[in-house]
């Protein structure tokens, strides 16, 4: 059975920074290939990529990740009749998320005990664990809360009732949840099952943490007072990492639905959702330390396949550690490079036509944007385009393939 799967890798080379921090504060790693790498966690780079979309999709588009998801509903129940009060808003949020989702709904024990040891106001309920819902299933769960307002507990148990209920939660995803799923601890039939994977970033060398002692001086102190007020460290590295994810699009089209306007092509929120991962997961930046070191890098080279068999890593062509050029290493009229970029390029140059010949999965369309001399062998993989342009590229590509046969 055909199907598409959309690839992106991505080199990106980042100075002395520390995007993604474990539990002591030193950058993650991994070994791979017998040597210690960078690494960046896929959690961080997905929850980037996510950040991304508030700046490339309408929020009716997006969905909302919170325990606190009782208040969420509650200010929608209150903006469709203003007569609701507060209470009786959370009130009916918890009991119409909890027939929807299965999950209970209530004031954490904590800040119950903690109201009434300070003598406050009741707290409002939350969910046990994050709940994952989209601004179009909030809205249609507000509008069934105020609907059993009367008796909102009689209500949700009439089983046709409830059955509206789960429906609303599961019919309608946003973009974010049909990419990355949801899981529903109490109510497994409303799971979602991600459409995206996301690798952990390694870097294509071998790397050793470095730790930067700092101090901060006291603006009031005096002569008689010298010395800083405040000393420090803080570990980072700095890499050319290769980044991969892939993109079940079969399963991104069942997730998100047939567009339901008239004005737009049936197609239409899967190319948005398309357009919206590829750039956003190009262009977003795990946020860690990024005040301190100022990372702000962009993708030295990104490479984009659109398949009809099945996702393909790359990852193999850096198992073996690239090592540092130097000028040395290159003709005088290339005197101007080293570093880790140009071999991983010409690596992945190499390796690419390889595995895809062996395993016979050479057939994909293929997009690459590129920056500068050292990644010039890459350019031999497919169209260059530049970000614009690829990522409409592909969303028209992904637009005109059919959809599987049930």
Do not use: C
């Amino acid at each position: 059975m055909s199907r598409t799967i959309l690839d992106l890798h991505v080199l990106q080379t980042v100075p002395p920074s520390n995007l993604n921090r474990d539990d002591t504060g030193a950058p993650k790693t991994a070994v791979y290939g017998g040597v210690r790498r960078a690494r960046v966690s896929s959690q961080a780079w997905k929850r980037a990529t996510r950040l991304a979309f508030d700046t490339l999709l309408d929020p009716a588009e997006l969905g909302t990740r919170t325990k606190r998801v009782a208040e969420l509903l509650a200010g929608r129940i209150r903006r469709i009749d203003d007569s609701i009060e507060e209470r009786e808003a959370w009130e009916l949020a918890a009991e119409t998320v909890q027939a929807a989702t299965g999950s209970k709904i209530e004031p954490p024990k904590r800040k119950v005990e903690a109201a009434r040891k300070n003598g406050g106001d009741a707290p409002a309920p939350e969910s046990a664990y994050l709940m994952f819902l989209s601004a179009r299933q909030l809205d249609g769960l507000a509008a069934l809360a105020v609907e059993g307002r009367a008796d909102i507990k009689a209500f949700l148990k009439d089983k046709d009732t409830k059955k509206r209920a789960k429906e609303t939660a599961d019919t309608r995803h946003s973009v974010d949840i049909a990419l990355f799923g949801r899981m529903v601890a109490d109510g497994a039939d409303i799971n979602v099952d991600a459409a995206a994977q996301v690798a952990h970033a390694i870097s294509v060398h071998a790397v050793e943490n470095e730790s930067d002692y700092y101090t901060a001086v006291d603006d009031h102190n005096t002569d008689a007072e010298p010395g800083a007020g405040m000393i420090g460290t803080v570990e980072f590295n700095s890499a050319t990492l290769y980044r991969y994810a892939a993109l079940d699009v079969d399963l991104l089209r069942r997730n998100l639905g047939e567009g339901l306007r008239e004005d737009e092509p049936v197609t239409e929120p899967l190319r948005r959702a398309v357009e919206a991962f590829v750039r956003g997961f190009v262009e977003s930046l795990p946020s860690g330390k990024l005040n301190t070191f100022g990372n702000n890098t962009l993708p030295d080279a990104v490479i984009v396949k659109l398949r009809s068999s099945r996702p393909v890593s790359f990852v193999g062509a850096f198992e073996e550690p690239v090592k540092a050029a130097s000028i040395e290493d290159y003709p005088q009229e290339e005197a101007s490079s080293g570093g880790h970029l140009r071999e991983a390029s010409e690596r992945l140059a190499a390796y690419v036509p390889d595995i895809e010949r062996a395993y016979g999965v050479d057939d994909a369309d293929t997009w690459v944007l590129r920056v500068g001399e050292s990644t010039r062998k890459l350019s031999a993989l497919g169209t260059e385009a530049s970000l614009p342009d690829l990522v409409e590229a592909v969303g028209a590509a992904v637009a005109r393939r059919p959809a599987p046969a049930e």
